[in-house]
C-alpha cells in the first residue's frame, strides 16, 4: 500500500497540519544538484500545504528555490538535480487519503497521469513554453489527449471551450494560429486555457506575470483569480513580486536560500512581517505614500553563491538586525508566533536566550 | 555549516580572480578544462616542428631515387636483443625475372645497427645554415644501406622522409590560404557588419553567389588553367590562392554576425564618442575583440584546406612533382594495381587523418573557450 | 507557401545566367584552347598541321571569333537543347553525358537517403544519452569520418576486398552489363554496385550531419517547452521526438542546401578513384585536354545541381518551418 497520511499524522503528532480540504502537502523537502564544484542545496527542508480554494503565493528572490520546490512536487526536476528527502502528499479524489507522490517513478505511468491532469502548470515564459512550429489547437488538444480517451474532434471542442473561458476572442481562429502570431498577453491566456484542459485539482502558476507587461498583468491577475475561485482550484503562485501576492494570494510563504524563512496569512505578512527579510522586501515595494524622488531602500549585499551558503541563518550576512554568535552559528527553526503565522528568526525565538 | 565540498576561501578567491582577468585569460582557463584539446594542441605543435625541420627527423633526401630499390615495403626498428639495442634487419631485394618486379625478403641474418642524433646527408635548417644530424641515423654510413620505416615508392624514394617533407608544404598551404582568405573574410565582413546598408547588401549578395556554388568543380577547372609550364614555387602560390578564393564566405559570414552584436555595445559606443575614425573602430576596437573567435574559426578552416590540397593534388591538378605534398605523394596509390602491390603507399593518407583530426579537436576546444554559451 | 515557391523560381534564371558566365569564363581562363593542344598532340605523334588547316578547324569549332559571340553562341544553342559536340570524343555532348548525369543524380540521392537514415537515429541518441559510451563512440567516429578524405576510405576498402576477399569494387555495373541498354536485371546489378559508393561518399556528411543534430538537439533539450511538455504528463520519448527532434530538424534542412552540392561535386573524386561511369571522370579528363564545350557543361551541370539542391531544400524548410513560410510570403 500507498504510504498515506493516516501513518504520518500520528508521527506529527501536535501540528494538526492536515485538514480534509488539504489538496497538497509538502513537508520537508530538500532537493539537491550535485555538480563537479560541489552541491547545491536548492531546497532545503520547506513545508506548507494547500487547501481547496485557496491561493499559496510562494515569494523570493531569484535563486531562492521556488521553481525547484514545485518542479520537485511534479516530478519534473531534471539530473543532476535529485530530490533527497521530504514528502508530497496530494489528494487525488476528494473524500480519499492523501498519497505520497514521491512513491511513484516520477517518469512512470502513474505519475504522468497526474502531472497535466490534476496538477498543471502555467510556465513562466509562454512564448519559450509553447512550441513554435506547432499550432496553438495542436498543443492544446495534445494537452487533453494525454489524459481523456476522446476524438480529436472532442478534444478540439474542449479547447475551443476552454481559450473562450479564458476570454481568447475569437478562440476557433486561433486554433490554427502559431504561437509568434500572438500578443504576450494572449499567449498566457493560451497557457492557462492549457492548464485548464483537463480540469486540475492544483494549478501551479510559475511567475506568470513576469514576461508581460503591467496593463495586462493585471488583466492575467483577475483571470487567474476568477477561474481560481469560480472552481474552488487549489493553487500554488510563484512570485519575487510582492504586490503581486497582495493581490491574489491568501497565503504566503517566503523563501531565502532554499529555505522557509517566514509563513502566514496574507494580512499578516503585509501588517505584521516578522522576518527582517519580509520586512526589508515590504520596505522596497513603492506605495502610494512613498514620498517622489526618493531612494527606496534595498537589501544591501547579494545572494550568496549556492555552494557556499553562511552559517546559521542563511539571511545573517544581510541581515539588519544580525545578531552575533547566534545568527552566524546556529540556524533558525520555524517557530508559531500566532496561529498560523510562523517565522524563522531569532528574534522571535524563546531558545535564544538559552543559547547565548 | 558549509555544504560545498570545495572550500570556500579557495571559492571566494577564485571569483575575485575571474572578476579582474581578461578576457584571454578567461579563455585559456576555459581551454584548459577541455583535456582532448589541450593534448591535440601538443600534437599540432610536435607536427608544425616538424614541418619546420623535416630534414632533421627524416632519415634520407626525399628526392633521391635509387631504381634497385623500389616498392620496399616498410621497416621496423626493434630495440630489444637480449638486452637493449637499436637496430633494423636488412632487406634484401631481386627481381622477378618474369614480372620485372622487385621483392623483397627480411635478412633476419644481418642487422643494421641504428644511433639517435647520428650523420646523414645534409639538409638547410629554416633556410640559414646546413646540417648533417638527424634524430634517427645509421651507426654505419658507409657500410649499411639506408632504411626505410614506410618503405619506399616506385622510384625507391623514402616514403617517411617523403612524408616528413609533404607536411611542410601540405601544412604552409593550409596556413598561407587560411591567412589569406582570413584577411579577405574579416576585411569585408568587417566592412559588411559595421557599415550595414547597401554595402552589407551588396557583400551579402556575393557571398550568398559565391557559397551556393560548388567548390569542387571550380578548383578543378582554375586549376587546370594554370600554365603547365608554371615553377613549383608559381604553381604553390596559385594553388593557395585558388583554395583561399571560395572559402573566405564562411569566415565573412561569421564576422559579419559577431559585428553586428558588438556594434551596439558601449565600448563601440564610447569609441565613437570620442571621435574615432570609423576605420579605427572596426580595426582597433572590434577586430581585438573578435580574435578569440577568429582564432578558433581559423584553426577549424586550416584542416577543410590540408584536406582540399590533398584532393587537388591526388587528381593531378594541384601540387605537381617534383613538389611533395601529401596530395603529390597519394597520387601514387591512385589505383587499385599500385595499392594492391604496395599498400604502403597510401601511409600519407595517415598523416592526413591525424593532422586533421587534431586540429579538429583543437578548434572545437578553442570554439567552446571563446564561446562558453554557444 | 505557393508564393513562396514562386518567388525563389524568379530567382533561377538571374542565378543561371551568372553561372554560365562564370562556367565559360573559368573553361575559357587556360591559355591556348583546344586546337592548340590538339596541334601539340599531332605535332607529339610526329605529323604537322599546316597553319591553314589550323585556321579551318578554328574557324569550324568558331574559336576565331571573339569570347562574348563564343558565350552567346553557347548559350544560344544550349538553350535550343543543342549542347555541342565533344572535340575530344568527337561525339555530341548529351550522348555522353546523358546516362552519366543520371547515374551521378541517382548515387547523389542514394547517397542523402542513407545519409540522413544513419544520422538521425546517431544523433537523436547521441544527444539524449549524452556522455554515454556510445555517445563517445560516436564523438570519435565523427572526427574520424571528417578527417578521412573520400578518396581516402575508397582506397583503403578498396585495397581491404581486394587483399582479404580477391574481389574487385570499382565501377557500377558488372561488365556485362556495362554497355547495355536498361533492364530490370541491369537495374538489379546497379543497386548490388551503389552501395558501397553511397557509403563512401556518405560517410564524411552522415559524421557531421549527427554531430550538427546532436548539438541542435542539446540546445533544444533545455528549452521551456520540454519542462512544459514534461507538465503536461507526456511520455519522455514521445516529447523528444515530438517537439526538440522536430525542431533540430530545421537547421539540419536548411544544411542540405549545401550539402546536396557536396555530395555531387564530392563523388568527384571518389569517382575517380572507382572508375564510376559518372560525370566526375568525365569532367576531369575534359579538363585535361581542354575540351571546353564539354567541360562548360558539366561544370554547368554542376552548378545546376547544386541551384536545384538549394532550391529543394529552401521550400522543404518552409514547408516544415512556419515562421518561414509565413514571414516570406
Known amino acids: ?356 | 555549516m558549509s555544504t560545498a565540498t570545495t572550500d570556500p576561501e579557495e571559492l571566494v578567491d577564485f571569483d575575485d580572480a575571474v572578476l579582474v582577468a581578461p578576457n584571454w585569460k578567461l579563455v585559456w582557463w576555459r581551454f584548459k578544462k577541455h583535456r582532448l584539446a589541450f593534448y591535440s594542441g601538443f600534437i599540432v605543435i610536435l607536427i608544425v616542428i616538424i614541418a619546420a625541420f623535416p630534414g632533421f627527423f627524416s632519415t634520407q633526401d626525399p628526392y633521391e631515387s635509387a631504381t634497385r630499390g623500389s616498392f620496399m615495403p616498410p621497416q621496423g626498428i626493434h630495440i630489444w636483443d637480449k638486452g637493449p639495442a637499436f637496430y633494423a634487419y636488412a632487406a634484401i631485394g631481386k627481381r622477378n625475372q618474369t614480372t620485372l618486379k622487385m621483392e623483397w625478403v627480411v635478412d633476419e641474418e644481418t642487422k643494421v645497427p641504428l644511433r639517435l642524433f647520428g650523420r646523414g646527408y645534409e639538409w638547410e635548417v629554416l633556410g640559414l645554415f646546413k646540417s648533417n644530424i638527424h634524430l634517427l641515423a645509421l651507426r654505419n654510413p658507409d657500410v649499411d644501406k639506408p632504411i626505410h620505416l614506410l618503405g619506399t615508392d616506385r622510384l625507391g624514394r623514402d616514403q617517411w622522409s617523403r612524408v616528413l617533407y609533404g607536411t611542410q608544404v601540405s601544412l604552409s598551404i593550409g596556413l598561407l590560404a587560411v591567412f589569406l582568405s582570413t584577411v579577405i573574410g574579416i576585411f569585408l565582413g568587417g566592412i559588411s557588419g559595421y557599415f550595414g546598408g547597401l554595402t552589407d547588401m551588396i557583400i551579402q549578395r556575393m557571398i550568398e553567389l559565391l557559397q551556393s556554388i560548388p567548390p569542387i568543380p571550380i578548383w578543378l577547372a582554375l586549376s587546370a588553367s594554370l600554365p603547365r609550364t608554371w615553377s613549383v614555387t608559381q604553381g604553390y602560390i596559385a594553388i593557395t590562392a585558388i583554395l583561399a578564393l571560395i572559402t573566405w564566405t564562411g569566415l565573412a559570414r561569421e564576422v559579419r554576425g559577431r559585428f553586428l552584436v558588438l556594434r551596439e555595445e558601449d565600448f563601440v559606443v564610447a569609441a565613437k564618442m570620442s571621435g574615432c575614425s570609423r576605420m579605427r573602430i572596426v580595426f582597433r576596437h572590434m577586430v581585438p575583440t573578435l580574435s578569440s573567435h577568429i582564432i578558433a574559426a581559423v584553426t577549424l578552416a586550416i584542416p577543410v584546406m590540408i584536406i582540399n590540397e590533398t584532393f587537388l593534388s591526388f587528381l593531378g591538378l594541384g601540387l605537381r612533382p617534383p613538389a611533395i605534398s601529401w596530395g603529390v605523394l597519394l597520387q601514387e596509390a591512385q589505383n587499385l594495381q599500385s595499392v594492391a602491390l604496395a599498400p604502403w603507399l597510401m601511409l600519407p593518407g595517415v598523416a592526413v587523418i591525424v593532422t586533421v583530426i587534431a586540429l579538429n579537436i583543437l578548434g572545437d576546444g578553442l570554439r567552446d573557450a571563446a564561446d562558453p554559451y554557444h | 507557401m505557393l508564393a513562396f515557391i514562386l518567388k525563389r523560381l524568379m530567382t533561377l534564371p538571374l542565378l543561371m545566367f551568372i553561372f554560365s558566365v562564370l562556367a565559360f569564363i573559368l573553361i575559357q581562363a587556360p591559355p591556348g584552347d583546344f586546337v592548340t593542344s590538339y596541334v601539340a598532340e599531332l605535332a607529339a605523334s610526329g605529323s604537322s598541321v599546316d597553319q591553314l588547316q589550323i585556321d579551318a578547324l578554328r574557324q569550324l569549332y568558331g574559336l576565331d571569333q571573339p569570347a562574348y559571340m563564343q558565350y552567346f553562341k553557347w548559350i544560344w544553342r544550349m538553350l535550343h537543347g543543342d549542347l555541342g559536340i565533344s572535340l575530344d570524343f568527337q561525339k555530341p555532348i548529351s550522348e555522353l553525358i546523358g546516362q552519366r548525369l543520371l547515374l551521378t543524380v541517382l548515387l547523389g540521392v542514394a547517397t542523402l537517403i542513407f545519409t540522413f537514415a544513419v544520422a538521425l537515429p546517431i544523433g537523436i541518441f547521441s544527444a539524449t544519452r549524452q556522455y554515454s559510451f556510445l555517445d563517445y563512440f560516436f564523438t570519435v567516429f565523427n572526427y574520424v569520418g571528417v578527417a578521412t578524405p573520400t578518396f581516402m576510405t575508397a582506397l583503403i576498402l578498396m585495397w581491404l576486398a581486394f587483399s582479404q576477399f580477391g574481389i574487385t569494387i570499382t565501377g557500377l555495373f558488372s561488365p556485362e552489363f556495362a554497355d547495355e541498354s536498361w533492364s530490370w536485371a541491369r537495374v538489379i546489378d546497379l543497386s548490388k554496385h551503389i552501395w558501397l559508393p553511397m557509403v563512401i561518399l556518405g560517410l564524411d556528411g552522415t559524421a557531421r550531419l549527427a554531430r550538427i543534430l546532436r548539438a541542435n538537439l542539446l540546445d533544444e533539450l533545455n528549452k521551456p517547452y520540454m519542462e512544459m511538455a514534461r507538465a503536461k504528463g507526456m511520455p519522455e520519448w514521445r516529447l523528444v521526438l515530438k517537439y526538440p527532434v522536430r525542431l533540430a530538424l530545421n537547421p539540419l534542412v536548411s544544411s542540405l542546401g549545401w550539402y546536396l552540392p557536396l555530395i555531387f561535386s564530392g563523388s568527384l573524386i571518389v569517382a575517380t578513384v572507382l572508375n564510376l561511369p559518372t560525370i566526375g571522370p568525365l569532367l576531369l579528363r575534359s579538363l585535361i585536354s581542354q575540351d571546353m564545350f564539354l567541360a562548360g557543361t558539366i561544370v554547368l551541370t554542376y552548378f545546376g545541381l547544386a541551384v536545384i539542391g538549394t532550391l529543394l531544400s529552401d521550400i522543404l524548410l518552409a514547408w516544415l518551418d512556419p515562421r518561414i513560410r509565413m514571414e516570406e510570403a
Open chain 1, 1 to 356: 500500500m500507498r504510504p498515506t497520511l493516516t501513518i504520518e499524522r500520528c508521527q506529527l503528532g501536535s501540528e494538526s497540519f492536515v485538514n480534509n480540504e488539504t489538496i497538497l502537502s509538502v513537508k520537508g523537502l530538500k532537493t539537491e544538484f550535485v555538480l563537479d564544484e560541489g552541491t547545491a542545496k536548492a531546497v532545503d527542508g520547506v513545508s506548507f500545504k494547500v487547501d481547496r480554494g485557496q491561493v499559496v503565493g510562494i515569494v523570493g528572490e531569484s535563486g531562492c528555490g521556488k521553481s525547484v520546490t514545485i518542479k520537485s512536487i511534479m516530478g519534473i526536476i531534471q539530473k543532476p538535480g535529485k530530490i533527497v528527502e521530504g514528502r508530497i502528499f496530494f489528494r487525488l479524489k476528494q473524500n480519499e487519503e492523501l498519497v505520497d507522490l514521491r512513491s511513484y517513478d516520477s517518469r512512470g505511468e502513474e505519475m504522468r497521469n497526474i502531472r497535466g491532469n490534476d496538477i498543471a502548470l502555467i510556465p513562466q515564459e509562454p512564448m519559450a513554453a509553447l512550441s513554435p512550429v506547432h499550432t496553438i489547437g495542436n498543443q492544446l488538444v495534445e494537452a487533453i489527449r494525454l489524459h481523456r480517451n476522446i476524438s480529436k474532434k472532442e478534444a478540439e471542442k474542449v479547447a475551443v471551450e476552454r481559450m473562450r473561458q479564458v476570454g481568447m476572442p475569437s478562440p476557433e481562429e486561433r486554433m490554427s494560429v502559431y504561437s509568434w502570431q500572438l500578443s504576450g498577453g494572449l499567449r498566457q491566456r493560451v497557457m492557462i486555457a492549457m492548464a485548464l484542459m483537463c480540469n486540475p485539482r492544483l494549478l501551479i502558476a510559475d511567475e506568470p506575470t513576469t514576461a508581460i507587461d503591467v496593463t495586462t498583468q493585471a488583466q492575467v491577475l483577475s483571470l487567474l483569480r476568477e477561474l481560481q475561485s469560480a472552481q474552488e482550484l487549489a493553487m500554488i503562485f510563484i512570485t519575487h513580486d510582492l504586490g503581486v501576492v497582495a493581490q491574489i494570494a491568501d497565503y504566503v510563504v517566503v523563501m531565502y536560500l532554499g529555505k522557509v524563512v517566514e509563513k502566514g496569512p496574507v494580512d499578516d505578512i503585509f501588517h505584521s512581517p516578522g522576518h527582517p527579510y519580509t520586512k526589508a522586501l515590504l520596505a522596497s515595494i513603492p506605495t502610494i505614500h512613498t514620498p517622489a524622488r526618493e531612494e527606496l531602500p534595498t537589501i544591501g549585499g547579494s545572494l550568496p553563491h549556492p555552494f557556499n551558503r553562511p552559517m546559521g541563518c542563511p539571511f545573517h550576512p544581510r541581515c539588519a538586525a544580525f545578531i552575533p554568535g547566534t545568527c552566524d552559528k546556529i540556524p533558525p527553526t520555524l517557530t508559531k508566533i500566532s496561529s498560523q503565522h510562523s517565522v524563522s528568526c531569532f528574534l522571535h525565538s524563546e531558545n535564544l536566550v538559552d543559547t547565548q
